[in-house]
C-alpha cells in the first residue's frame, strides 16, 4: 500500500531544511553555498581534478573553473601542475581554516536543534534520517553531492546510509 502525500508534513521538512541552510550560511556572504561545498569537497577528497569538482558540487565545468578563480584569488584553493587537460587542485592552510569553520558552525547549528529532543526522540530520528537519506539516493553522483558538505570520516565509522545507499545500486550501464 503506497501512502497517501503528506503536503503539509513535506512542506515542514523542507521549511526545517530552508532553516538549517539559512543558519548554517549566515554569516558566510564572502561563500556562496557552491563555494563553501567546492571547498569541503576539496579539503576531503582533494586533490581533484576541476571535472570531478563540477560533478561533485552540480555545477558546469566552466562555472567551477570560474568558481576555483575566486577561491584560488582568496588563497583558498591552488591549481597544481597539468596532467594533459586535467587541472587538479588542493585547498590551502587557509582554505583548510575556513572549511574546518564551516564544518564547525554546520554542526553547531545542527547540534543547536537537536537540543529541543530528549534522547529517545534523539534516537528516533537517527533511524528516520537514515532512511531519508538512504531514500534520497538514486545515483552514485547523487549520493556524492548529498555528501559534500560532510564531515565524512566520523559518519562512515558509524555507517554512512548515504554511502550504503549507492554501494546497492545496481551497476550502470557499460558506456556505448
Same mark, same amino acid.
Given at each position: 500500500?503506497?501512502?497517501?502525500?503528506?503536503?503539509?508534513?513535506?512542506?515542514?521538512?523542507?521549511?526545517?531544511?530552508?532553516?538549517?541552510?539559512?543558519?548554517?550560511?549566515?554569516?558566510?556572504?564572502?561563500?556562496?553555498?557552491?563555494?563553501?561545498?567546492?571547498?569541503?569537497?576539496?579539503?576531503?577528497?582533494?586533490?581533484?581534478?576541476?571535472?570531478?569538482?563540477?560533478?561533485?558540487?552540480?555545477?558546469?565545468?566552466?562555472?567551477?573553473?570560474?568558481?576555483?578563480?575566486?577561491?584560488?584569488?582568496?588563497?583558498? $584553493?591552488?591549481?597544481?601542475?597539468?596532467?594533459?587537460?586535467?587541472?587538479? $587542485?588542493?585547498?590551502?592552510?587557509?582554505?583548510?581554516?575556513?572549511?574546518?569553520?564551516?564544518?564547525?558552525?554546520?554542526?553547531?547549528?545542527?547540534?543547536?536543534?537537536?537540543?529541543?529532543?530528549?534522547?529517545?526522540?534523539?534516537?528516533?530520528?537517527?533511524?528516520?534520517?537514515?532512511?531519508?537519506?538512504?531514500?534520497? $539516493?538514486?545515483?552514485?553522483?547523487?549520493?556524492?553531492?548529498?555528501?559534500?558538505?560532510?564531515?565524512?570520516?566520523?559518519?562512515?565509522?558509524?555507517?554512512?546510509?548515504?554511502?550504503?545507499?549507492?554501494?546497492?545500486?545496481?551497476?550502470?550501464?557499460?558506456?556505448?
Amino acid at each position: 500500500m503506497v501512502p497517501m502525500p503528506d503536503p503539509v508534513l513535506a512542506n515542514r521538512l523542507a521549511a526545517l531544511a530552508t532553516a538549517l541552510d539559512d543558519a548554517v550560511h549566515a554569516e558566510t556572504d564572502d561563500l556562496s553555498p557552491s563555494a563553501v561545498a567546492a571547498l569541503q569537497t576539496i579539503r576531503q577528497d582533494g586533490p581533484l581534478a576541476i571535472q570531478d569538482v563540477a560533478k561533485t558540487i552540480g555545477l558546469t565545468h566552466s562555472a567551477t573553473v570560474r568558481l576555483i578563480d575566486r577561491l584560488e584569488k582568496d588563497w583558498l $584553493v591552488r591549481r597544481l601542475s597539468r596532467k594533459g587537460r586535467e587541472v587538479r $587542485v588542493e585547498v590551502t592552510a587557509r582554505g583548510r581554516r575556513r572549511a574546518a569553520q564551516f564544518q564547525d558552525k554546520r554542526l553547531a547549528v545542527a547540534n543547536g536543534l537537536l537540543d529541543a529532543l530528549d534522547p529517545a526522540e534523539r534516537q528516533a530520528l537517527a533511524g528516520i534520517l537514515d532512511k531519508l537519506l538512504a531514500a534520497s $539516493v538514486v545515483d552514485p553522483e547523487g549520493a556524492t553531492r548529498t555528501c559534500r558538505s560532510c564531515e565524512r570520516e566520523g559518519c562512515r565509522k558509524a555507517g554512512c546510509p548515504v554511502e550504503a545507499a549507492a554501494r546497492a545500486l545496481p551497476p550502470a550501464p557499460p558506456p556505448r
